[in-house]
């Protein structure tokens, strides 16, 4: 009887642990490939950077005019290429959503999004160091706001450094569960 | 594309599914691809290009797809008593000495505070002469600000710009808070008399939206980045959320116009 009643939390637990050593935050030693539960720490840095970059994505593309704005604000780029980057640079973030979400090239879009999140965290550390008072528009909206403090662009460079350290380990152990890599049969390590 | 012969092997996929972690790779005499495409040999083409193609073509694409919902391009209606394509309303002498503009959302609480700490004092310097006052209405808010600039714009057809402006600062209400209906800038314009048919219209059909987002557009362009930016003489004013740092810099502008 007490076996019985012991059992189930006791396997809830396990099941727990086994997925939160896969916390991709925790470099797997090389060699340790062999783990169960590295494949399924994948898929959830998967679905994790395939979530931050479809909402990222629908915000911005919800309101071109806007997103124009926020790319403008940042003072980096000559005028000709504002509309560009702020019109093309969500649906980049939604094709690295999709391949993310399905697993299709996983190295490769874990590559593109440790390089387009290093690039916003040079934007963002410029845009802070010049003293401008902006919103990010990581997540729609964006251009100057009221009461921006160094604290705020502090914690979008945290949280972008927590994305990217996903996606490059994501970049360096690709193989996932539930992938159409695996679906496709190339194991590339 | 034409690398058919490189597809993976079927018995290698189902090696791989049964161990799909990253165990030591197997002997290369378990891979029947060439020394040539050693490693790459087990990708087929659709994992190698079918991405990127997938990338490049999402970004063209999407910049299409944006630029044809963009709203800025085409303004069709303009209105007559703007100040030329900057669109500011002037409020004051022309001739004044000293040029005080605003670039204001009427949804922005900073701009309501704005309107309540420093408008009083623009109106008695506008009375004395001494400055001329331009409004650029921007709206980068939300639809409401939109609408509501639309709205301000309409009034200044029949010449009630400012009583309009008066009002919807005086009646703001939380940004985005659905309270700026059509109804309502009907009913606030009525507060100040605009009762005719074509301002019901105006409002209504969202006669000069386009034209209040390419002047929220041209703004930016110029390097107006938030609500409310304050410029004398052209020169932006960081502490002017205040009368007094309003004040001495219409001062320092003009130093003999006291």
């Not at chain 2, 714009?153 to 703001?172: I, R």
Request: glycine share 8%; proline share 7%.
């Amino acid at each position: 009887m007490e076996d019985v009643s012991n059992r189930p939390p006791h396997q809830f637990a396990q099941k727990r642990g086994t997925v939160s050593t896969g916390d991709p935050a925790e470099p797997a030693p090389p060699g340790s490939g062999g783990r169960s539960w590295q494949p399924w720490a994948a898929t959830t840095a998967r679905l994790l950077l395939a979530g931050v970059w479809a909402w990222a994505a629908l915000a911005k593309i919800s309101d071109p005019d806007a997103a124009v704005r926020a790319v403008r604000a940042y003072q980096l780029l000559p005028e000709a290429l504002v509309r560009p980057v702020a019109w093309g640079l969500p649906f980049a973030e939604l094709a690295l959503a999709v391949l993310l979400a399905v697993g299709l090239a996983t190295r490769l879009a874990a590559a593109g999004s440790a390089v387009l999140l290093a690039l916003f965290m040079v934007a963002i550390a410029a845009a802070w160091a010049r003293g401008l008072q902006i919103d990010c528009g990581c997540f729609g909206g964006g251009g100057a706001a009221i009461g921006v403090q160094a604290s705020d662009y502090l914690l979008e460079l945290v949280r972008d450094t927590g994305l990217l350290v996903v996606a490059a380990l994501l970049a360096w152990r690709p193989q996932s569960r539930l992938s159409l890599d695996s679906q496709l049969g190339s194991e590339e390590p | 594309m034409s690398t058919r012969h490189t597809r993976t092997h079927p018995s290698k996929a189902t090696r791989s599914r049964n161990r799909p972690a990253s165990a030591k790779r197997p002997p290369a005499s378990r891979r029947r691809a060439s020394p040539a495409s050693r490693r790459r040999g087990s990708r087929s083409p659709l994992q190698v290009w079918g991405p990127i193609v997938l990338l490049v073509v999402a970004v063209v694409a999407g910049i299409a797809f944006q630029a044809a919902r963009s709203h800025p391009q085409a303004a069709q209606a303009t209105p007559a008593h703007a100040l030329g394509p900057n669109g500011g309303e002037l409020l004051g002498n022309p001739s004044a000495p000293v040029l005080v503009q605003e670039y204001g959302d009427f949804q922005c609480p900073v701009c309501g505070q704005w309107e309540r700490d420093v408008y009083p004092t623009v109106r008695r310097l506008v009375d004395q002469g001494r400055i001329r006052f331009e409004y650029h209405p921007i709206a980068f808010i939300g639809p409401e600000s939109v609408a509501a600039a639309n709205a301000a714009e309409a009034a200044g057809d029949e010449g009630k710009f400012w009583a309009y402006h008066d009002l919807l600062f005086a009646d703001q209400a939380p940004e985005n808070s659905g309270a700026l209906t059509t109804d309502r800038l009907l009913e606030l314009g009525r507060q100040v008399g605009l009762t005719s048919q074509q301002f019901q219209q105006n409002v209504t059909n969202g006669t000069y939206d386009n034209w209040v987002r390419q002047a929220t557009d041209q703004s930016s362009q110029r390097g107006v980045v938030q609500t409310p930016t304050v410029l004398v003489n052209g020169q932006q004013v960081d502490n002017a959320l205040t009368a007094q740092g309003l004040l001495a810099a219409v001062n320092a502008a003009n130093p003999g116009g006291q």
